[in-house]
């Protein structure tokens, strides 16, 4: 995605990361998300919350293998 101007997103098998170290907190992939799923991490849904840990496991893996 690049939205991004810290290039702190990666794109997985199934979805796209966001490395929450990298991150800036702009908010500008907000708008930009086909699917609506990128929040602050305090206004992620209850139903979503899962995606939080899978979220920083899988950015960090990609991170680091790239």
């Given at each position: 995605?690049?939205?991004?101007?810290?290039?702190?997103?990666y794109?997985?098998e199934?979805?796209v990361?966001?490395?929450?170290?990298?991150?800036i907190?702009?908010?500008l992939?907000?708008p930009?998300?086909?699917?609506?799923?990128?929040?602050?991490d305090?206004?992620?849904?209850?139903?979503?919350k899962?995606?939080?840990?899978?979220?920083?496991?899988?950015?960090?893996?990609?991170?680091?293998?790239?």
């Amino acid at each position: 995605m690049t939205v991004c101007p810290v290039d702190c997103i990666y794109e997985g098998e199934d979805m796209v990361y966001i490395h929450p170290d990298e991150c800036i907190d702009c908010g500008l992939c907000e708008p930009e998300c086909p699917v609506n799923a990128i929040f602050v991490d305090t206004d992620v849904p209850p139903n979503w919350k899962d995606f939080i840990q899978r979220n920083a496991i899988e950015a960090k893996r990609l991170s680091d293998n790239k």
